[in-house]
């Protein structure tokens, strides 16, 4: 092979020219300044320093949770319609006002757990987060791959997340931490149940379903609100693996998914997704036996049938890894007029979490990388400066009133829209209390029973694998769970683990949970 580099410029090279970031021509990328071909380097050898120093700097911390990820780009297509009736009638929110109206969106999918390089065919949850660039600005549905979550108050998520992530002595991810954890989390059931299922294994990236577990609100031009829960189903169908067949993909490639996706965008197979989405009235609804604002929960199809409203297709990959999947930063907080929170205690923690965290990890400018800005909106603010400072945000008239209100110019407020009484109204003494109907188990039994034979069994097997590995108590209290999940499961979990409900007939509910008539129940007939 030729060494061209030994040979310096060549008279008929018509390649651009390398510059430092200062624009200066790089004339020597081999060699530092020195004193004689052998003496010492000198301080003054900038171009040298800032090469070096730059590299230093290439990381920035990995995502505290959802690390490894990949972004792609597409648009969000509405249906314009909610059934047979205009969707103005439920939301007067820009991406879904007319049918056939397009908005570009950026998505990242991630898996939760693992680091920055880890495996993505990991038993884990899939993050399936979407940002919609709006011409009212930027609107981030930050979803996962499965319809529940592990709990239902933010203050659990660290605990959740540290029993989840691996031992900080040994930094290896342990059964016995998270069954601990989880078998005094009676809440959790729902999502285990399905999380140790095939479901917790999505094929790849263009196979599994979104949700948005949380519920959010919309608002009409009337200023009434609907609760709403999101759901992303993949017209290319929902594929999932066993842990036989993910051991196998696995060996071959830690990145499979990553891959499957951009290779299916590059050769012009475009995923696609259509969105759904259920709404109920925004009350408690008492007559439910769960809470609508619980996120271990979902609403039963019957009756809160999911409708759609658009279709969402992803047509190419990132130019940059870095800039735009690494600096992609969403959150639940990012909504535009005609979307709202609801008090679902989990969205409330989320919103801060997110912009808290990207503030830390990307920096306090990082709403002015192109990436996460509202590039189909106009950014006019006050806020001023900061580390990476990239550009002055939109001013008004007068680029000396940084600040507001003023009478010799710069910007105004915005008028409030029509009507902005949102929701119903709500009174109640300052507390710390679980919401009421927690119905811990329901749900996750049901859940089994809608599962094909062959996704119990392997429920079954993954369970009690990793149960295997846990101590004796944290198996007994797991089958107890089990066994108020639904009969079935918890005898044949315990039936591998050596333990019959006889053994646990002798615990008592934790302290933690509310049983339903028909847990106490199914919990007189153990012994
Ligand atoms: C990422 C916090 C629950 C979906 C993150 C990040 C934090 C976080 C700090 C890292 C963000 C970043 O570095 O840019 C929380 C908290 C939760 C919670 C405090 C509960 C209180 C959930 C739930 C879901 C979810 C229930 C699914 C509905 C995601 C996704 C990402 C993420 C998809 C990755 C976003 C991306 O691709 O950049 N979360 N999370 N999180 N979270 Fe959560």
Redesign the pocket.
């Given at each position: 092979m030729t060494d061209v580099s030994s040979k310096g410029p060549q008279p008929n090279d018509e390649r651009p020219v390398l510059t430092n970031r200062q624009g200066h021509p790089v004339y020597d990328n081999q060699n530092q300044r020195t004193v004689g071909a052998r003496g010492p380097a000198t301080l003054e050898n900038y171009q040298f320093l800032e090469k070096i120093s730059h590299f230093d700097r290439e990381r920035i911390p990995e995502?505290?949770?959802?690390a490894r990820?990949i972004t792609t780009y597409g648009y969000f297509e509405a249906t314009g319609y909610l059934g047979d009736e205009p969707i103005g009638r439920y939301t007067r929110a820009v991406p879904f006002s007319e049918p056939g109206k397009r908005t570009d969106v950026a998505v990242?999918?991630?898996t939760?757990i693992g680091g920055r390089d880890s495996s993505e065919s990991a038993r884990d949850?899939r993050?399936?987060?979407v940002k919609f660039y709006t011409e009212h600005g930027n609107w981030d549905l930050?979803?996962?791959n499965l319809a529940v979550?592990f709990?239902r108050d933010?203050i659990k998520?660290s605990d959740v997340i540290h029993a989840l992530k691996p031992d900080p002595v040994t930094f290896r991810q342990e059964p016995r931490r998270i069954f601990d954890f989880m078998s005094q989390t009676p809440e959790c059931m729902h999502m285990l149940v399905n999380l140790f299922s095939p479901r917790g294994i999505p094929s790849d990236y263009r196979h599994m379903q979104g949700?948005?577990?949380?519920t959010y609100k919309w608002v009409n031009e009337r200023g009434e609100t609907h609760l709403v829960k999101y759901h992303w189903m993949p017209k290319q169908g929902v594929r999932s693996m066993t842990a036989a067949d993910a051991a196998i993909v696995q060996g071959r490639d830690l990145g499979h998914a990553t891959k499957d996706l951009q290779d299916a965008i590059d050769r012009g197979d475009h995923p696609e997704w259509e969105l759904l989405v259920q709404i109920m009235s925004d009350d408690e609804h008492p007559e439910l036996d769960f809470d609508p604002l619980d996120?271990t929960k979902v609403w039963p199809e019957d009756r809160f049938p999911a409708m759609p409203v658009g279709r969402m297709v992803l047509d190419s990959n990132v130019a940059n890894f870095f800039a735009e999947n690494e600096q992609?930063?969403?959150g639940t907080g990012v909504l535009i007029d005609g979307l709202d929170f609801s008090d679902d205690k989990?969205l409330v923690?989320?919103t801060f979490?997110?912009s808290?965290?990207?503030r830390y990890?990307?920096g306090p400018n990082y709403l002015q990388l192109p990436v996460n800005h509202a590039k189909n909106a106009q950014v006019r603010t006050n806020q001023r400066d900061g580390l990476m400072t990239y550009h002055v945000d939109g001013q008004g008239e007068n680029p000396h009133v940084n600040y507001e209100p003023s009478i010799t110019g710069g910007l105004r407020e915005a008028e409030y829209p029509v009507n902005d009484e949102q929701g119903p109204v709500i009174s109640g003494r300052l507390t710390r209390k679980r919401i009421p109907r927690t119905n811990d188990y329901a749900q996750a039994g049901e859940r089994y029973l809608l599962m094909e034979q062959w996704e119990r069994d392997d429920l079954v097997l993954n369970f009690t694998t990793l149960l295997a590995q846990c101590d004796r108590p944290v198996q007994e209290r797991m089958v107890w769970h089990l066994l108020l999940v639904e009969d079935d499961l918890g005898l044949r979990v315990g039936a591998g683990l050596g333990i019959g409900p006889e053994d646990v007939a002798h615990l008592e509910p934790l302290a933690s949970q509310d049983l339903t008539d028909e847990d106490r129940d199914r919990l007189s007939k153990l012994g």
């Amino acid at each position: 092979m030729t060494d061209v580099s030994s040979k310096g410029p060549q008279p008929n090279d018509e390649r651009p020219v390398l510059t430092n970031r200062q624009g200066h021509p790089v004339y020597d990328n081999q060699n530092q300044r020195t004193v004689g071909a052998r003496g010492p380097a000198t301080l003054e050898n900038y171009q040298f320093l800032e090469k070096i120093s730059h590299f230093d700097r290439e990381r920035i911390p990995e995502r505290v949770v959802h690390a490894r990820g990949i972004t792609t780009y597409g648009y969000f297509e509405a249906t314009g319609y909610l059934g047979d009736e205009p969707i103005g009638r439920y939301t007067r929110a820009v991406p879904f006002s007319e049918p056939g109206k397009r908005t570009d969106v950026a998505v990242r999918f991630s898996t939760v757990i693992g680091g920055r390089d880890s495996s993505e065919s990991a038993r884990d949850p899939r993050g399936f987060a979407v940002k919609f660039y709006t011409e009212h600005g930027n609107w981030d549905l930050v979803g996962n791959n499965l319809a529940v979550f592990f709990i239902r108050d933010a203050i659990k998520f660290s605990d959740v997340i540290h029993a989840l992530k691996p031992d900080p002595v040994t930094f290896r991810q342990e059964p016995r931490r998270i069954f601990d954890f989880m078998s005094q989390t009676p809440e959790c059931m729902h999502m285990l149940v399905n999380l140790f299922s095939p479901r917790g294994i999505p094929s790849d990236y263009r196979h599994m379903q979104g949700f948005g577990v949380n519920t959010y609100k919309w608002v009409n031009e009337r200023g009434e609100t609907h609760l709403v829960k999101y759901h992303w189903m993949p017209k290319q169908g929902v594929r999932s693996m066993t842990a036989a067949d993910a051991a196998i993909v696995q060996g071959r490639d830690l990145g499979h998914a990553t891959k499957d996706l951009q290779d299916a965008i590059d050769r012009g197979d475009h995923p696609e997704w259509e969105l759904l989405v259920q709404i109920m009235s925004d009350d408690e609804h008492p007559e439910l036996d769960f809470d609508p604002l619980d996120d271990t929960k979902v609403w039963p199809e019957d009756r809160f049938p999911a409708m759609p409203v658009g279709r969402m297709v992803l047509d190419s990959n990132v130019a940059n890894f870095f800039a735009e999947n690494e600096q992609i930063s969403f959150g639940t907080g990012v909504l535009i007029d005609g979307l709202d929170f609801s008090d679902d205690k989990m969205l409330v923690g989320r919103t801060f979490s997110y912009s808290d965290t990207q503030r830390y990890r990307v920096g306090p400018n990082y709403l002015q990388l192109p990436v996460n800005h509202a590039k189909n909106a106009q950014v006019r603010t006050n806020q001023r400066d900061g580390l990476m400072t990239y550009h002055v945000d939109g001013q008004g008239e007068n680029p000396h009133v940084n600040y507001e209100p003023s009478i010799t110019g710069g910007l105004r407020e915005a008028e409030y829209p029509v009507n902005d009484e949102q929701g119903p109204v709500i009174s109640g003494r300052l507390t710390r209390k679980r919401i009421p109907r927690t119905n811990d188990y329901a749900q996750a039994g049901e859940r089994y029973l809608l599962m094909e034979q062959w996704e119990r069994d392997d429920l079954v097997l993954n369970f009690t694998t990793l149960l295997a590995q846990c101590d004796r108590p944290v198996q007994e209290r797991m089958v107890w769970h089990l066994l108020l999940v639904e009969d079935d499961l918890g005898l044949r979990v315990g039936a591998g683990l050596g333990i019959g409900p006889e053994d646990v007939a002798h615990l008592e509910p934790l302290a933690s949970q509310d049983l339903t008539d028909e847990d106490r129940d199914r919990l007189s007939k153990l012994g």
